[in-house]
């Protein structure tokens, strides 16, 4: 629905007015909304709308003008992103010391099976600067002594290298609503477990303690819910028995990638949506992709019995079944 619309976002602190005065500009330029969301969380304001600017009565250079001094008397940021614009993708990925995700989305771009450029790396630490200095990527450590980020700066950062796609390749902090708000169903986290089961941190041992059988990892959108983003691809695997936590990083950490990967390409062929909390794909039919368990599942599982399909149950009639219901 949203791929030949602008996307105006507005986050700042909450105060009355806010949506009157936006949606008020727009009517007064001829732009149509076709969509708008808004969200408060920890007393930050967010407001998504999608717009239609094709018969608006002035240019696009000049909407941004007037919503920038909009947001500056209003005291809130106001981001604009034209359709054609989104044709450019710029992927900045924030990471942490694991360097396994980081190290898949190097190779896949080296071999041109990303659709977008790796423009810069962000980490709490500096542990992976090497792996990105190796790619010629700029790396930026925004951490303190204690790996704390500086938000502020990471904000700048995006903004400077105009990110297109946040990728959390196993950032191990979480981000402040002030950073999701602004970007919006365009950040992908990918986290060690089959979601919604183990959120938080770790997530391996939590599997371990519970004593599942099957563990998983999930690719999923970053929401200011922790780990409870819509999901858009996940792995499983067989937990062997006795396995240690370092055993079933070994075996997900690969599947961590994978799914990672798996969830970056749909998302930048847009073949992905998110409505009311969970993902759909555009064209299922047309879309070459591995959401889950890999289709040699579907062989393996029993399709019978089913409730009803048996000859004696499927024989009998209305009334028989009424008497037993009431035995």
Same mark, same amino acid.
């Given at each position: 629905?949203?791929?030949?619309?602008?996307?105006?976002?507005?986050?700042?602190?909450?105060?009355?007015?806010?949506?009157?005065?936006?949606?008020?500009?727009?009517?007064?330029?001829?732009?149509?909304?076709?969509?708008?969301?808004?969200?408060?969380?920890?007393?930050?304001?967010?407001?998504?709308?999608?717009?239609?600017?094709?018969?608006?009565?002035?240019? +696009?250079?000049?909407?941004?003008?007037?919503?920038?001094?909009?947001?500056?008397?209003?005291?809130?940021?106001?981001?604009?992103?034209?359709?054609?614009?989104? +044709?450019?993708?710029?992927?900045?990925?924030?990471?942490?010391?694991?360097?396994?995700?980081?190290?898949?989305?190097?190779?896949?771009?080296?071999?041109?099976?990303?659709?977008?450029?790796?423009?810069?790396?962000?980490?709490?630490?500096?542990?992976?600067?090497?792996?990105?200095?190796?790619?010629?990527?700029?790396?930026?450590?925004?951490?303190?002594?204690?790996?704390?980020?500086?938000?502020?700066?990471?904000?700048?950062?995006?903004?400077?290298?105009?990110?297109?796609?946040?990728?959390?390749?196993?950032?191990?902090?979480?981000?402040?609503?002030?950073?999701?708000?602004?970007?919006?169903?365009?950040?992908?986290?990918?986290?060690?477990?089959?979601?919604?089961?183990?959120?938080?941190?770790?997530?391996?041992?939590?599997?371990?303690?519970?004593?599942?059988?099957?563990?998983?990892?999930?690719?999923?959108?970053?929401?200011?819910?922790?780990?409870?983003?819509?999901?858009?691809?996940?792995?499983?695997?067989?937990?062997?028995?006795?396995?240690?936590?370092?055993?079933?990083?070994?075996?997900?950490?690969?599947?961590?990638?994978?799914?990672?990967?798996?969830?970056?390409?749909?998302?930048?062929?847009?073949?992905?949506?998110?409505?009311?909390?969970?993902?759909?794909?555009?064209?299922?039919?047309?879309?070459?992709?591995?959401?889950?368990?890999?289709?040699?599942?579907?062989?393996?599982?029993?399709?019978?019995?089913?409730?009803?399909?048996?000859?004696?149950?499927?024989?009998?009639?209305?009334?028989?079944?009424?008497?037993?219901?009431?035995?």
């Amino acid at each position: 629905m949203t791929r030949h619309l602008t996307e105006i976002t507005v986050v700042g602190e909450d105060d009355t007015g806010l949506i009157a005065e936006v949606t008020s500009l727009l009517f007064e330029r001829s732009i149509n909304i076709e969509d708008l969301d808004q969200a408060v969380r920890e007393g930050v304001f967010r407001m998504t709308m999608h717009v239609d600017t094709e018969g608006m009565v002035c240019t +696009e250079e000049k909407l941004r003008e007037d919503l920038d001094e909009l947001g500056d008397n209003l005291g809130v940021d106001v981001q604009v992103r034209f359709p054609a614009e989104r +044709e450019t993708q710029s992927i900045a990925v924030l990471v942490t010391k694991e360097s396994h995700c980081l190290e898949a989305l190097f190779e896949a771009w080296a071999s041109g099976d990303l659709e977008a450029d790796i423009d810069v790396v962000i980490g709490n630490h500096s542990d992976l600067q090497p792996l990105a200095e190796k790619y010629d990527v700029p790396f930026h450590d925004i951490g303190d002594e204690k790996g704390t980020p500086d938000e502020d700066e990471l904000l700048d950062l995006l903004a400077e290298y105009n990110a297109d796609l946040i990728v959390l390749a196993r950032y191990m902090r979480i981000l402040s609503p002030d950073v999701v708000f602004r970007y919006e169903s365009r950040i992908i986290n990918v986290h060690p477990s089959l979601l919604p089961s183990f959120p938080g941190a770790s997530a391996y041992m939590q599997a371990i303690e519970e004593g599942v059988r099957i563990a998983g990892v999930t690719a999923h959108y970053v929401t200011t819910d922790l780990d409870q983003g819509p999901i858009i691809t996940q792995r499983a695997f067989n937990v062997p028995d006795d396995a240690s936590e370092e055993e079933l990083q070994q075996i997900g950490q690969p599947l961590e990638a994978e799914a990672l990967l798996e969830g970056i390409r749909l998302h930048l062929a847009d073949e992905v949506t998110v409505h009311r909390g969970r993902t759909k794909l555009r064209d299922a039919d047309d879309v070459d992709a591995q959401l889950g368990a890999p289709a040699e599942l579907d062989d393996i599982n029993p399709d019978r019995p089913i409730d009803g399909l048996g000859e004696f149950v499927a024989g009998a009639d209305d009334e028989d079944a009424e008497v037993e219901a009431d035995d």
